[in-house]
């Protein structure tokens, strides 16, 4: 079966530093791979997406940047925080033929 | 762009029925799905419509009609564990993938006793 797993879990950071939140899928190949941010209280933000090995969207223009170094491994980065980056940070999966997405467990970051 | 609308917040006592409407207004629909939230936890697949019409799972059934931009989430027999946000998701087409979600805020489901 397949799994999805982000860390770290949480993090508190101060502004100004970098961050780096990582992803890995096991059990699929060649998923398409997502970053998502939740403000307190607002909906979920489509950040960054990739269908394959260093391909990414990205779908608002920020200081975050993503990665995707091997197929199932997906990254997240900051060279320099802003407190507006602080929020619930998923990454999710779906087959590249597939319908659902699957969520990772979310990483909570607070910038202060 | 992508426009999806639900209501912030409903209140139901156990043991009944609430139904969460979704309105949307999308180009390249390929698909809708609801998710459940609980506080503080990532969101969870309950259901997906990509034709008209019900689609049911146990307690939860979800509706799509394409041609009105509308769905709704029913859940009946509510229990208290059924205090969430539910999100509705519209997955669009890109030119490069097979789809990405577009979230709504989410509509945040109290059950009383």
């Known amino acids: ?112 | 762009g992508q426009n999806i609308d639900q209501p912030t917040e409903m209140t139901a006592t156990e043991g009944a029925i609430v139904q969460i409407n979704c309105t949307y207004q999308t180009s390249g629909f390929n698909g809708l799905f609801w998710y459940q939230q609980h506080a503080g936890e990532a969101p969870t697949f309950l259901s997906y419509n990509v034709l008209d019409g019900l689609e049911e799972k146990g307690r939860f059934s979800s509706f799509l009609s394409r041609s009105k931009g509308y769905s709704y989430l029913l859940l009946k027999e509510l229990q208290m564990k059924d205090s969430a946000s539910y999100l509705c998701a519209v997955r669009v087409m890109t030119t490069d993938s097979w789809g990405k979600l577009q979230f709504g805020a989410g509509t945040q489901v109290v059950v009383t006793p």
Request: hydrophobic content about 35%.
């Open chain 1, 1 to 112: 079966s397949q799994t999805i797993h982000q860390w770290p879990a949480t993090l508190v950071q101060p502004v100004g530093s970098p961050l780096s939140l990582e992803c890995t899928v096991e059990g699929t190949s060649n998923p398409n791979l997502y970053w998502y941010r939740q403000a307190a209280g607002r909906g979920l933000q489509l950040l960054f997406y990739s269908v394959g090995i260093g391909q990414i969207s990205s779908e608002v223009p920020q200081n975050l940047s993503a990665s995707r170094p091997q197929d199932r491994q997906f990254i997240l980065s900051s060279k320099k925080l802003l407190l507006s980056d602080s929020g619930f940070y998923l990454c999710a999966w779906s087959a590249e033929a597939g319908n659902t997405i699957y969520f990772g467990e979310g990483s909570w970051l607070t910038v202060v």
